[in-house]
């Protein structure tokens, strides 16, 4: 597995060490720096599905070697009937969350593997896991040199959620891009809180704080009144999913960033692996949103048997490309992004 290779590149959530899936907890950041093994499909699964691994790009690695371990034990099991036994276990990793592209990328591709292995299983699955793993690190340094081209004179940058080494396979998608520009230009870096989980309070700051990047933290709902003191040029941010369209799924608070940057002059900038795209979905109508549960809003008081109130918990919005100035992919920028444009990263 790739190790990170310079100062701003010390983060990896993902490691395969001893036949197992070694992940670090993300809920437990920035608190505790603690790493679990998963020796089979079910627990990873329940890993993604728990939050533990966060981050599309993660999401889809951290599948991919899930099916290596439910390989290596159906063909244990029953080596005559492993290829139909497995299919239970894509079923598991599919459902833990429905988002994610990545997630249906990565399966796709360990199922393709799947077909022509004769044998035992585990070296050809593990082998292409590690690729899936190795691209990514590969794509978001191509990604944080094409994005940090477009940040040229650039002195304030904000981005949302993490989209950095813990959401991917190492480096980081919008927060790569970040790193990058950082080493050129040393723009001041701002960070939201992401709610309710806060991903940007617990991890992204975390992150930089590893690499030595200075950032500062903002409240979700100071986002607005900061573009307005003119602090900042730039909104990055990742994403879970884009439409043919280049309309984009990311995390809840997303729309309402792109809205403001848009009223305020601030460009906005959407940074993902190509694995993100999703050509099957013509717009981001028919994209399905995660809905979470009410525990993660609402305190113990309004849990008790009888509350009459409620909560609503959706973990990602969609902005439409009409407010995008620039979606960044490996495979190259797509500037106010429309049917068009997008289709010009599949040649």
């Known amino acids: 597995m790739s190790e990170p290779k310079d100062g701003v590149d010390s983060v990896r959530p993902l490691q395969w060490q001893d036949g197992a899936l070694r992940v670090l907890d993300q809920r437990k950041l920035p608190d505790q720096v603690v ?98 793993h190795e691209d990514d690190i590969r794509a978001n340094r191509r990604m944080g040199e094409l994005g940090a081209e477009l940040l040229a004179g650039s002195t304030g940058l904000l981005t949302h959620c993490n989209t950095g080494s813990l959401a991917t396979g190492g480096y980081g998608t919008a927060l790569g891009v970040i790193r990058t520009a950082w080493a050129m230009e040393r723009p001041a870096v701002f960070a939201g809180e992401t709610r309710p989980w806060l991903q940007g309070a617990r991890l992204t700051v975390w992150e930089l704080e590893q690499d030595g990047i200075p950032a500062t933290l903002i409240a979700d709902s100071a986002a607005a009144w900061l573009m307005k003191a003119g602090k900042v040029q730039w909104v990055l941010v990742g994403a879970d999913r884009i439409a043919a369209n280049g309309d984009t799924a990311n995390k809840i608070g997303t729309y309402s960033l792109a809205v403001n940057a848009r009223h305020h002059g601030v460009k906005f900038m959407v940074v993902a692996p190509t694995s993100t795209i999703d050509w099957k979905t013509p717009s981001g109508d028919s994209i399905e949103i995660e809905q979470r549960s009410k525990t993660e809003l609402l305190g113990s008081h309004f849990l008790r048997e009888g509350s009459v109130i409620d909560a609503w918990n959706p973990v990602f919005d969609v902005t439409p490309a009409g407010l995008i100035d620039a979606i960044v992919t490996e495979a190259g920028v797509v500037r106010n992004p429309s049917q068009g444009g997008m289709q010009a990263l599949r040649r």
């Open 35 to 132: 790493y679990e093994e998963f020796a089979g499909a079910s627990g990873v699964a329940e890993a993604i599905a728990s939050m533990r691994v966060r981050g599309a790009p993660a999401i889809g690695i951290a599948a991919a070697y899930g099916v290596v371990l439910a390989a290596r034990d159906r063909y244990a099991a029953n080596p005559d009937a492993w290829k139909d036994d497995i299919a239970e276990d894509f079923g598991i990793l599919a459902a833990s969350r429905p988002t994610a592209v990545n997630l249906f990328w990565a399966l796709d591709r360990m199922r393709e593997a799947i077909a022509s292995i004769a044998g035992d299983p585990t070296p050809a699955l593990l082998a292409v896991a590690r690729a899936i």
